[in-house]
């Protein structure tokens, strides 16, 4: 399979707790995006990067929050002392940016944290 | 006012009705797509569309541009097209992020 893949799919831990989810882009593009989608509702944008920069963070990535993508590769998403707040789906989604790209979003499967 | 509205936010509809769902937008765009979501959370992507109209199958998708709306139809609808479809518009600066509507969620009864 090439499409997104992100791990876990489930994720279930107690407030206080930290996190670390995974996700594996499709292998040439070099933009991955995290978004958030909580119950009922569209996701929003997270963050974003460009190879291994990240260049734009959304005011909802308070500071409990943060993610690398060492390589440029795959790309990790932690969050520190978890809130029950911070239960939502978290979605990847990758891109292939330049030449004759329309940097079409694909999206992974998501992880959904329950914070209890 | 969120910068991506969708309309219906729930649609209940009898097997091979005709469905339109409507996406209005304030951003400028580079693209707008459509997408689909089943219970478990994948998104798929329907279409990516900057002008004009698409088809697939029995899905079409049309925008636009001066009005900044678009819709998308389902001709002869069945109850496997039960999902929440989303208008995600691609903001032309910067990142082209992403920004959805908040979902319609579509029932197809047989």
């Known amino acids: 399979d090439t499409g997104v893949s992100q791990d876990p799919r489930h994720k279930i831990t107690k407030r206080g707790q930290n996190v670390t989810f995974r996700c594996d882009p499709i292998?040439?593009?070099?933009?991955l995006y995290w978004y958030r989608q909580t119950l009922g509702q569209g996701p929003e944008f997270l963050t974003y990067?460009?190879?291994?920069?990240?260049?734009?963070k959304s005011r909802l990535l308070s500071d409990r929050f943060s993610a690398e993508r060492p390589k440029g590769s795959f790309s990790t998403l932690e969050i520190q002392r978890t809130e029950q707040g911070d239960s939502a789906m978290y979605l990847c989604?990758?891109?292939?940016?330049?030449?004759?790209?329309?940097?079409?979003?694909?999206f992974g499967p998501g992880t959904r944290l329950t914070v209890l | 006012k969120n910068e991506v509205e969708q309309s219906p936010q729930n649609l209940t509809a009898q097997e091979g009705e005709f469905i339109t769902i409507n996406c209005s937008y304030s951003?400028?765009?580079?693209?707008l797509h459509w997408l689909q979501q089943h219970p478990g959370g994948g998104i798929v992507s329907l279409f990516m569309?900057?002008?004009g109209k698409k088809k697939h199958g029995r899905l079409i998708a049309t925008i636009n541009i001066q009005e900044k709306h678009s819709s998308l139809h389902i001709t002869a609808s069945h109850p496997r097209d039960s999902a929440v479809y989303i208008c995600?518009?691609?903001?032309?600066?910067?990142?082209?992020?992403?920004?959805f509507g908040q979902g319609t969620r579509l029932t197809i009864n047989p």
């Open positions: 569309l900057s002008s």
């Open positions: 292998s040439e593009h070099n933009r």
């Open positions: 995600a518009a691609r903001v032309i600066q910067g990142a082209q992020k992403l920004v």
């Open positions: 990067f460009q190879n291994e920069a990240q260049l734009e």
């Open positions: 989604a990758s891109s292939l940016v330049g030449g004759n790209s329309y940097n079409e979003q694909f």
């Open positions: 951003v400028g765009i580079s693209a």
